[in-house]
């Protein structure tokens, strides 16, 4: 039997704007109150999603939410008509509106944690929507990520979803942002390693001074729970309290692993070289751990050009590719340790580089765009195959972009009512093109 990593891609939503609403995250604060393109943004997301697609990886697309929401706009007091709702929201408490507008469901390695059937003990694969509490924005996401992920994921006799975890800080979870599975080919069963930023149920134990640890051990432990995964086929490892406090707000700004590679800054990890003795005997197999001294790029450089927050994927060749931002082809050290890393005798052999500036301007690289799904032939099949990059869909899409999307957005135009009704035609066509039903509340 055959077997794929697929990628599922956020469409970028028509509110797409820069808000500053991620403390912790340096571009989201770096740019905030700069014009937004969310024509060009969700343009960005389609060519890097095709890309993949024309290279032979099985591509897929998830639905944006809907937003402004205001559906958490009225559970916060404002009242009336829907213009009514957001003229009184921009008046009284213009934070509360930007955060109902953000369209941050975009990063869907924030969407959901996802384990593979070959991991799991009813061999079927299961998703658990993020519940993103850390941020006021991201926390009014995972209800509806959860009917998006049913539409697209439908077959019970193969896909399994769970409600997201408990909405507290001791259950922070920001889905795969903070888990790598590590294998030696995708239909076998791997090693989930969960990396979590601090452990909520103990005080005396490491954490960051500045920034928020947006990941829990308790949330992690809760889904490997749910997944039903074996403690031999998990790893728990702590994420550097330090990088943390230097803008590393989740894992992959600092690591990414497939198959049987794991690339990480030495400075990721609490722990590291127990931790990978924990993982080489759990694999058993030859793990290749690429290693990126400080010397080599700073935490510094590696937070500005997103050089980790890159996809590694597997080409139907068998070799490797790095699916990197032209940030990182634009910082020259970044750039000269790229061109390096292809010579080193690493399964990583090309690199390949994107324009998604407009996603990287609010801290989001090609490997926050996607949530990836490995998955055999039969399960791919299952897949609601509406949502499956093609020339056609991609067409398609693009079209849609065109005809729904704005060239410019600021924050202030956030109080404008017609972007409730261009958000909402747009999102009802495109649940006829992708065939999901009624996933939003307008819908129902
Ligand atoms: O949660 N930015 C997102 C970026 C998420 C990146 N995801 C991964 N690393 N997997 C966040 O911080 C900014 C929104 C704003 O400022 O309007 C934002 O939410």
Redesign the pocket.
Known sequence: MKHFEANFDGLVGPTH??????F??V???SN?AQASNPKAAAKQGLAKAKALADLGMVQGVLAPQERPDLYSLRRMGFSGSDAEVLTQAAKQAPMLL?ACC?A?SM?T??AATVSPSADTRNGKVHFTPAN?VD?L??SIEPTTTGNILKATFSDEKHFQHHQHLPEHASFGD????NHTRLCSDYGHAGVELFVYGQQAMNPNAPKPKKFPARQTLEASQAVARLHQLDDESCVFMQQNPDVIDQGV??N??ISVGNQNVLFYHEQAFVDTAAKFDEIRRKMNTDVHFVKVATEQVSIQDAVKSYLF?TQIITLPNGEMAIIAPTDCEENPAVHAYLNELVTLGTPIKQVRYYDVKQSMQ????P??LRLRVAMNEHEVAAVNQNTLMNDALFTRLNTWVDKHYRDTLTVADLADPQLIIESRTALDELTQVLKLGSVYQFQK
């Open positions: 704007n820069y808000a500053g609403l991620s912790g995250n571009a989201s604060y905030a930007n953000s941050s990063w390695a924030n993103l941020k924005h991201r920001e889905g795969a942002a707000f989740h992959d700004v927050n609010n801290g989001g690289g490997a926050c």
